[in-house]
Nanobody, 119 residues
Framework: VQLQASGGGLVQAGGSLRLSCAVSRSILSIRAMGWYRQASGNQRDVVATLTSDGTTNYADSVKGRFTISRDSANNTLYLQMNNLKPEDTAVYYC??????????????WGQGTQVTVSS
């Protein structure tokens, strides 16, 4: 399984970006998908997750500004980011968790896309 993240870039504070994550196989059976970010010198943190039943969860710092969604027909995960702040600057990674039998799951990661927000 391969995940290809795209859509990052340089934007001014208050601007918007939409990240995309194309998955190389059907996401109909997926357990969960999510976006994570890692700022320079920091650990990778969860930004937003979306489970198979449609439940979404967001980090407190992005609630009300970011929206996670998926297009199952095109096997793509999105992250709409509005009202961006300089502290949102990071490399953003997408992740997908697939079942692999016997009740176990395996996560897959995309390569990351850089988001830079200038003040």
């Amino acid at each position: 399984v391969q995940l290809q993240a795209s859509g990052g870039g340089l934007v001014q504070a208050g601007g918007s970006l939409r990240l995309s994550c194309a998955v190389s196989r059907s996401i109909l059976s997926i357990r969960a998908m999510g976006w994570y970010r890692q700022a320079s010198g920091n650990q990778r943190d969860v930004v937003a997750t979306l489970t198979s039943d449609g439940t979404t969860n967001y980090a407190d710092s992005v609630k009300g500004r970011f929206t996670i969604s998926r297009d199952s027909a095109n096997n793509t995960l999105y992250l709409q980011m509005n009202n961006l702040k300089p502290e949102d600057t990071a490399v953003y990674y997408c992740s997908a968790v697939f079942p692999r039998g016997w009740g176990s799951y395996r996560p897959y990661w995309g390569q990351g896309t850089q988001v830079t927000v200038s003040s």
